[in-house]
């Protein structure tokens, strides 16, 4: 089963709103990633998050983590026709990365 | 600016085929990844390896094999391609040791006929 869930499966918001996704995971972490994955692309990677860490910010993107709850957030502030795409978080499971299927935003303009 | 590169976007294959997929980064990065992603799931890992000459199993191995003579090349075999096996391919890499982040590729689009 997967490490790392996200949710909702799917956005849509207007260019200019914020986008929120969550991801929830099942095991203690030593780190959090969020990727981006345009279609027919790689994944990006756009932030790292440590477990003894609460928030951080990269330009327009804010990440929150509540290891208590076992969740992390991504917020898109401002959004871009740009930004649509798949977001998705990974965790260590094991020896290995584990990666969620993702958020789709589609960000309308 | 960090690159993996595969070798190919597209590839058709026809059911029984030895299928090799190339990776190549340029970052000297001692990790090297390939995952398969289809729809609705998250990425699923093949193959992974840590070392030159060194590899190890993934979440789903069965009827792939992976070889790394050289630091900066990994490539992914499919032993006798099957429909199954039809994907979008990723390969990544990263530095080091503490799981940091992966660099990807563009992805090969694997159809087997």
């Known amino acids: 089963s997967q490490q790392g869930e996200e949710d909702p499966q799917a956005l849509s918001i207007q260019e200019g709103e914020n986008a929120t996704m969550n991801c929830s995971y099942k095991t203690s972490i030593n780190n959090l990633q969020w990727y981006r994955q345009n279609s027919g692309r790689g994944l990006v990677h756009l932030i790292l998050i440590r477990s003894n860490e609460r928030e951080k910010h990269s330009g327009r993107l804010r990440v929150t983590l509540d290891t208590s709850k076992k969740s992390s957030s991504l917020l898109i502030t401002a959004s871009r026709a740009a930004d649509t795409a798949s977001y998705c978080c990974a965790t260590v499971y094991g020896n290995k990365l584990v990666f969620g299927a993702g958020t789709i935003l589609r960000v309308k303009s | 600016d960090v690159k993996v590169t595969q070798s190919s976007r597209y590839l058709v294959k026809r059911t029984g085929e030895k299928v090799f997929l190339e990776c190549v980064q340029d970052m000297d990065h001692e990790n090297m990844f390939w995952y398969r992603q289809d729809p609705g799931l998250g990425l699923r890992l093949i193959y992974f390896?840590?070392?030159?000459?060194?590899?190890e199993k993934g979440d789903i191995p069965e009827g792939y094999s992976v070889s790394r003579e050289k630091k900066e090349r990994f490539s992914l075999i499919l032993e006798s391609a099957s429909t199954n096996q039809t994907s979008m391919y990723l390969c990544a890499s990263s530095p080091g040791q503490g799981f940091q982040p992966q660099h990807f590729g563009d992805g090969t689009r694997l159809s087997i006929l």
């Open positions: 390896s840590y070392d030159v000459k060194m590899k």
